[in-house]
């Protein structure tokens, strides 16, 4: 059985994440599953807080998600927050020996809060508490501005800059 390739686009809530996951599932030649962390808080049970406090193993339990479907030989688009490089390291040890290219995924503070304003799902502020933390020590395969490109000119960049993600999975 063929295995499928794995994209992560990390960045802070509100920067682009899964506009820029959409765009890329429209631009590659090959399909891609979108696989989302928010769809994943969004199975917690609505009495329940969806925090990492409560479900502190969500993003392993994602990446273990994101090997059975490229072990399967689906392509997936992993829509995530890995704060830091712990949690970059972790997730990516799950995926090892899967062919995994990692997005950096940037959106400037004060888009971000317009951003946030605009969504109204989110607590306001979130997205600034989490760039510290975020993309601290983490190696990347390509960098995105979603602040200065639209998501279909980041998908544009990706599919020009990466290492064939439209390429047939072999």
Request: charge should be neutral; proline fraction near 4%.
């Amino acid at each position: 059985m063929k295995t499928g390739q794995v994209i992560i686009l990390n960045g802070v809530s509100s920067s682009g994440k899964t506009s820029l996951a959409r765009a890329l599932q429209e631009e590659l030649d090959q399909p891609y599953l979108h696989c989302s962390l928010d769809a994943f808080w969004n199975m917690t049970p609505r009495s329940i807080a969806a925090n990492s406090n409560n479900f502190p193993a969500m993003k392993l339990a994602i990446a273990h998600s994101v090997r059975a479907l490229a072990d399967t030989g689906h392509n997936v688009i992993v829509d995530i927050i890995l704060n830091g490089q712990t949690a970059h390291l972790e997730f990516c040890e799950a995926l090892s020996a899967l062919k995994v290219q990692t997005i950096k995924v940037h959106c400037e503070p004060k888009e971000l809060d317009r951003r946030e304003r605009e969504r109204g799902d989110r607590v306001p502020g979130l997205a600034r508490s989490q760039l510290a933390s975020t993309h601290c020590q983490i190696s990347y395969d390509l960098f995105v501005d979603t602040t200065k490109l639209s998501a279909l000119e980041c998908a544009t960049k990706i599919l020009g800059e990466c290492s064939s993600p439209n390429s047939p999975v072999t």
